[in-house]
């Protein structure tokens, strides 16, 4: 395990709202996660689901996805794993709440042109408000989709983030489970 990065100060959290990150992706994933959009943690530290009390990598551990918890900083290593991430909007900000309908929408549509090109078996957006405004599935429940893009399946998964009261991590880590039992079948 690497050394964290130090926390980011109160001054880099606020450089970097609008600031975008790379997504985490190589050839052959079997699943593709997608966030809503960076925080200004993971926009200041440059990994993703970086803010303290996220359960993103909490829950990709208990899961099974991954041999041990990774942190953010040890994002890279996904790849060798079969999996990725990106998010539906490309810039950081303080809330998921700052985006708009038109942001979101022009979102979902940057999203299939990248899963048309990586490919990946599985896209697992996380964040069931975001999928719906995303892709237009107003109904949409948690779970795999009636939708696909291509060859790729796609599943809506709840939003990992801390604010998200609806899940514990159990429960997350139990949603996160149900699909990787379904792409090792």
């Known amino acids: 395990m690497t050394t964290p990065p130090p ?3 109160p001054a880099e959290l606020a450089a970097a709202q609008d600031r975008t990150i790379p997504d985490v992706t190589g050839p052959g994933l079997r699943v593709l996660f997608c966030g809503i959009n960076p925080g200004l943690w993971s926009g200041a530290t440059g990994h993703h689901f970086a803010r303290p009390g996220n359960r993103f990598w909490p829950a990709l551990h208990r899961s099974g996805f ?3 918890r990774l942190a953010p900083h040890e994002q890279e290593q996904l790849p060798a794993l079969g999996l990725g991430i990106t998010n539906v909007v490309a810039r950081a900000s303080a809330k998921a709440d700052e985006l708009s309908r ?3 929408r022009a979102g979902g549509e940057a999203l299939r042109e990248r899963v048309a090109g990586l490919r990946p078996r ?6 069931i408000g975001a999928y719906r405004m995303a892709f237009g599935q107003p109904k949409a429940v948690i779970g795999r989709q009636a939708e696909r893009l291509g060859d790729t399946e796609v599943w809506a998964l709840p939003n990992p983030s ?3 009261a609806h899940y514990t991590l159990d429960a997350l880590a139990e949603e996160f489970r149900t699909l990787r039992e379904a792409v090792e079948r």
């Open 7 to 9: 926390r980011p100060t």
């Open 66 to 68: 991954t041999p041990r």
């Open 102 to 104: 038109a942001e979101l």
């Open 122 to 127: 599985v896209l697992a957006v996380l964040g």
């Open 162 to 164: 801390g604010l998200n």
